[in-house]
């Protein structure tokens, strides 16, 4: 017997005809499983299996990856907290042990009635709310005893949940130039005819009078680099598509809006509130490298973001904005699957197990076809360059780093929020936009790209200027320009120890070196916190974390070692108290 209704049967079938091929589909089906049972029981994973005609191990292998999935009862209400950086220097775990306390179960436990289960996550995308809570899909907002309380009155009484409004975080006033959030104070940026008013695909309809070829120079005169982390060359990474003439079969083009490296949350932002930019950004990149099939890859909790954006594609299509469909996807809560080869795999309804390049996903990345995986933000400057011409753009930042970026600022910060500056902008400024350390407290330290990027120490910060080139030569990394303050009380053990915490917890399992050296990284950090610390706790971290860096498929297993590495060299005064304490 089908452990589905005929209506939820005929909605997961629905799934396997969505997406180009079938399986691009399973993901999504899951999720639908997961949702309307609570977990995801054997007997669905059989009937996943027999669905997406796929080995019943494999639907297991996803189910079991994926931490939206449980493999036992979760309440009908998931809430999460997030645990990480930014909300645990906002009291976090309160949060946890409140809500333990106040649902009586033990974490990821469902109440006796069914109603809710309670689980500390890693960062939600969400740290300008910190700290930061969500009921299933769907952010909440800042949590506090009161509206946790308020949420689970709401929902006993079948009640939905009031969302807090999302807060976009202020742009920087002194920010000097920028592209992407000019007009962010136009609260209905988000409608067509609104974005069309400020010149809105006015590029793309100059794009679409160009050849590819010359779309690409554009983009390279810019001197537009990755803004997802790497920092690689936007033109370059075209380049390296097989053009249609040599490789007559489709071409994917996919939007990495993943978003889940912690301190990181301004493609939340951006799409929330300029989802015809990513759009318009799409149909330009898709013209440039002959894409026919576009793609949003979106985390999970934007449930919000997701249907802004369908809301978007759907006004740009019947207006004749855009001519192609695009597909929006979802994730199911790893931080892996942001990682482009990780991603392609996620897409093909597997567990995110990063592929090993060469080839790169250019030549071969969806189900073998050349792909292009560009980060939201990325996409978003397209229409800024195509209009105003890739060298104003590349004279906006330093040589090598062209136009502007947007920073997610947060912890202990006053204005926690995104602020666009020009490439190459001093560190010292956008935390000043950001009305600068919290209480009037001494600055300690910013991991500058997000929480697994290497610590600056107050006296480099003050020095730091914000692009590709600049960070690197700081020792540190722009990543994805997630920048996480912390004040004089911060204590670098436990801050390390939630980053080592966080990438033990991602890591994909495929490495030994990764998978082995982060649990042993952050087992270390749990005892010197503690008090069981010995003498050589220091030095078997800085050879245990040395160990992973360059010895693993993806730049994950890297941070493992840099984040530690970076943390003991700048403040070993932190780690020798706690082991002689
Ligand atoms: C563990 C891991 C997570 C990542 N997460 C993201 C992400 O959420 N969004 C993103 O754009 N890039 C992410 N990246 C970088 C992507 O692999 C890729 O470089 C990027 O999407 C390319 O787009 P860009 O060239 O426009 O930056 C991640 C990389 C790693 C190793
Ligand atoms: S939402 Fe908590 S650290 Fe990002």
Redesign the pocket.
């Known amino acids: 017997m089908s452990p589905f209704t005929p209506e939820q049967a005929k909605a997961l079938k629905a799934w396997t005809l969505r997406y180009p091929k079938p399986q691009m589909g399973l993901v999504e089906a899951l999720r639908d499983v997961q949702r309307s049972h609570g977990w995801v029981r054997p007997e669905d994973e059989a009937f996943i299996a027999e669905l997406f005609d796929v080995p019943l191990d494999r639907v297991h292998a996803v189910a079991a990856f994926y931490p939206y999935f449980t493999l036992t009862p979760a309440g009908k209400h998931r809430v999460c907290v ?7 220097r906002r009291g ?1 775990d309160r949060m946890l042990e409140h809500l333990r306390k106040r649902l009586g179960v033990p974490e990821g436990e469902a109440t006796p009635d069914g109603l809710f289960s309670y689980e500390a996550v890693e ?5 300008d ?4 809570f969500s009921v299933g899909d769907e952010l909440v907002g800042a949590a506090s005893e009161e509206l946790i309380d308020k949420v689970i009155e709401d929902l006993k009484a079948g009640k939905p949940v009031q969302q807090a409004p999302i807060v976009i975080g202020a742009t920087g006033p002194e920010s000097g130039r920028k592209l992407l959030t000019k007009h962010f104070g136009e609260p209905e940026l988000h409608r067509l005819e609104v974005y069309r008013r400020f010149g809105g695909y006015s590029a793309l309809e100059k794009a679409s009078r160009m050849r590819p070829a010359d779309i690409t120079s554009e983009v390279k005169r810019s001197n537009l680099r990755g803004l997802g982390g790497a920092g690689f060359p936007t033109g370059m990474k075209w380049e390296t598509v097989p053009p249609k003439s040599q490789r007559d079969e489709p071409h994917y083009l996919v939007a990495n809006a993943d978003e889940s490296e ?2 990181c ?1 301004k493609d939340r932002a951006l799409m929330e509130r300029n989802p015809h930019a990513l759009i318009e950004g799409l149909a330009i990149a898709a013209r440039a490298v002959e894409a026919d099939a576009l793609f949003i890859f979106i985390r999970g909790e934007y449930a919000r973001q997701k249907r802004i954006l369908e809301e978007a594609i759907e006004e740009a299509r019947k207006a004749g904005a855009i001519a192609q469909d695009i597909f929006v996807m979802r994730g199911a809560g790893a931080y892996i699957s942001g990682c482009d080869t990780a991603l392609l795999e996620t897409m093909e309804g597997r567990k995110a197990w990063p592929r090993q390049p060469p080839p790169f996903p250019t030549v071969s990345g969806v189900f073998g076809r050349p792909t292009v995986v560009n980060n939201v933000e990325t996409l978003m400057m397209l229409p800024a360059i195509l209009r105003d011409g890739g060298e104003a753009f590349a004279k906006i930042g330093p040589q090598g780093s062209g136009g502007t970026r947007v920073y997610s600022v ?1 912890g202990d910060v006053e204005r926690p929020g995104i602020y666009e500056f020009p490439m190459g902008a001093p560190l010292s400024g956008i935390l000043a936009a950001a009305g600068g350390v919290r209480g009037g407290r001494r600055l300690k330290a910013i991991l500058p790209g997000g ?1 697994s990027t290497p610590v600056l120490t107050a006296e480099e910060a003050a020095k730091a200027r914000m692009d590709f080139d600049g960070l690197r030569s700081a020792g540190s990394s722009l990543g994805a320009g997630g920048l996480v303050v912390l004040d004089e009380t911060a204590d670098m053990v436990e801050t390390l120890h939630i980053i080592e915490r966080f990438l033990r917890h991602e890591s994909c399992g495929q490495c030994a070196p990764c998978r082995e050296g982060s649990g042993w990284v952050a087992r270390i950090l749990s005892r010197i916190l503690e008090g069981n610390g010995i003498p050589e706790d220091l030095g078997n971290l800085s050879r245990i974390s040395g160990n992973v860096a360059g010895r693993v498929i993806c730049a994950l297993g890297d941070s493992v070692g840099m984040a530690a590495k970076a943390m003991i060299e700048k403040f070993p005064e932190d780690f020798r108290r706690r082991i002689h304490a």
């Open positions: 997030c645990r990480n950086l930014s909300c645990h976090g960062c939600l995308g969400a740290c709310h910190a700290p930061a912690p301190g949350y947060s929480a």
